[in-house]
């Protein structure tokens, strides 16, 4: 077999991340080892399968049509290897979830606790991803579950279903000049430097949203990973933050910070459940969607699954 599914996958984590580098560090293997199975694998197609824009890398047509064969060759592989595993472990279903880091800090750990111990021969596999990679990995069958915050709107290409709300806030060193306010608006935030979370994540679209009607900038002084990276550079006086009320309140016990509420539509987040088809969810990811929204069930029309 001259294409084997390595090099498959590394093709996608390139053409999804968009630079060599950050695909040799989220797969754990070396930047001229991924270089050279590419160039294999295009040697092999005969077709170049990438190419370098002043965005970074892209896929050429022949790459995006490789990428949406290669999605279902790699899903396919999982699932055999799935089925064959359960055999030789007992383990009686894979549910694959996407979800942001407010659901994962928050209430999924209660949540998928209360289920394993319901159903110990189901394996959960949870990888965090902002809320727009959420809704496009859950169209495109990468994950078989999804939890995202509400960007307004309908997504395409899947069911969602209400699954919690949180109330965000804004964290400020202690000592800070706003720090004696009640309230906070965006504007207040605008003219200070912030500690924003990754690209594309919820609290930056809405940041950048009002700048922009404002017509102001926003002025990250650093975008980190995680609500203890924010909390831990805000502490340091590097800038504002903002995170789950919840979260705040804890971690303003430990650290030199100050919770402040944020007068803001957008302040109070629905967290919602997203997957592509109810009846078509592995068993296994049905248990899941019913344990944590029994509307959902209601909602499809369907019989309750049973484990076997």
Same mark, same amino acid.
């Given at each position: 077999?001259?294409?084997?599914?390595?090099?498959?996958?590394?093709?996608?984590? %390139?053409?999804?991340?968009?630079?060599?580098?950050?695909?040799?560090?989220?797969?754990?293997?070396?930047?001229?080892?991924?270089?050279?199975?590419?160039? +294999?694998?295009?040697?092999?197609?005969?077709?170049?399968? *990438?190419?370098?824009? @002043?965005?970074?890398?892209?896929?050429?047509?022949?790459?995006?049509?490789?990428?949406?064969?290669?999605?279902?060759?790699? @899903?396919?592989?999982?699932?055999?290897?799935? *089925?064959? =595993? +359960?055999?030789?472990?007992?383990?009686?279903?894979?549910?694959?979830?996407?979800? @942001?880091?407010?659901?994962?800090?928050?209430?999924?750990?209660?949540?998928?606790?209360?289920?394993?111990?319901?159903?110990?021969?189901?394996?959960?596999?949870?990888?965090?991803?902002?809320?727009?990679?959420?809704?496009?990995?859950?169209?495109?069958?990468?994950?078989?579950?999804?939890?995202?915050? +509400?960007?307004?709107?309908?997504?395409?290409?899947?069911?969602?279903?209400?699954?919690?709300?949180?109330?965000?806030?804004?964290? *400020?060193? $202690? #000592?800070?000049?706003?720090?004696?306010?009640?309230?906070?608006?965006?504007?207040?935030?605008?003219?200070?430097?912030?500690?924003?979370?990754?690209?594309?994540?919820?609290?930056? *679209?809405?940041?950048?949203?009002?700048?922009?009607?404002?017509? $102001?900038? %926003?002025?990250?002084?650093?975008?980190?990973?995680?609500?203890?990276?924010?909390?831990?550079?805000?502490?340091?006086? /590097? #800038?504002? #933050?903002?995170?789950?009320?919840?979260?705040?309140?804890? &971690?303003?016990?430990?650290?030199?910070?100050?919770?402040?509420?944020?007068?803001?539509?957008?302040? !109070?987040?629905?967290? @919602?459940? !997203?997957?592509?088809? &109810?009846?078509?969810?592995?068993?296994?990811?049905?248990?899941?969607?019913?344990?944590? !929204?029994?509307?959902?069930? /209601?909602?499809?029309?369907?019989?309750?699954? =049973?484990?076997?």
């Amino acid at each position: 077999m001259k294409i084997d599914p390595v090099s498959l996958k590394l093709f996608l984590a %390139v053409a999804e991340l968009g630079t060599i580098a950050a695909a040799a560090e989220r797969e754990h293997i070396a930047a001229s080892a991924i270089s050279k199975r590419i160039s +294999d694998l295009e040697d092999v197609l005969r077709a170049q399968l *990438l190419e370098r824009s @002043n965005k970074g890398i892209v896929p050429t047509p022949a790459g995006i049509a490789l990428q949406n064969l290669s999605r279902s060759v790699i @899903n396919d592989l999982d699932n055999i290897f799935t *089925l064959m =595993h +359960d055999y030789s472990s007992g383990t009686r279903g894979l549910v694959r979830i996407f979800a @942001n880091v407010s659901s994962i800090t928050q209430f999924l750990p209660n949540d998928l606790q209360s289920f394993t111990e319901k159903y110990p021969l189901v394996q959960l596999k949870l990888e965090e991803r902002i809320s727009s990679a959420i809704l496009r990995g859950v169209a495109e069958n990468a994950a078989d579950i999804g939890f995202y915050a +509400d960007l307004g709107g309908q997504p395409q290409n899947v069911i969602t279903q209400a699954y919690r709300e949180d109330q965000l806030v804004a964290v *400020l060193p $202690v #000592g800070h000049p706003l720090g004696n306010r009640k309230w906070l608006t965006t504007p207040d935030l605008l003219e200070h430097y912030l500690i924003g979370l990754q690209t594309g994540s919820f609290i930056n *679209l809405q940041l950048m949203r009002t700048a922009g009607e404002l017509g $102001v900038p %926003v002025k990250f002084r650093m975008q980190v990973n995680s609500y203890d990276a924010v909390c831990l550079m805000v502490e340091s006086k /590097m #800038g504002i #933050g903002i995170l789950p009320k919840s979260l705040a309140q804890r &971690y303003a016990r430990i650290l030199r910070i100050r919770p402040v509420g944020l007068k803001e539509p957008w302040a !109070c987040r629905k967290l @919602n459940l !997203c997957f592509r088809s &109810y009846d078509s969810l592995p068993v296994a990811a049905r248990l899941l969607v019913d344990h944590l !929204c029994p509307s959902a069930r /209601m909602a499809a029309g369907a019989a309750s699954p =049973h484990p076997d």
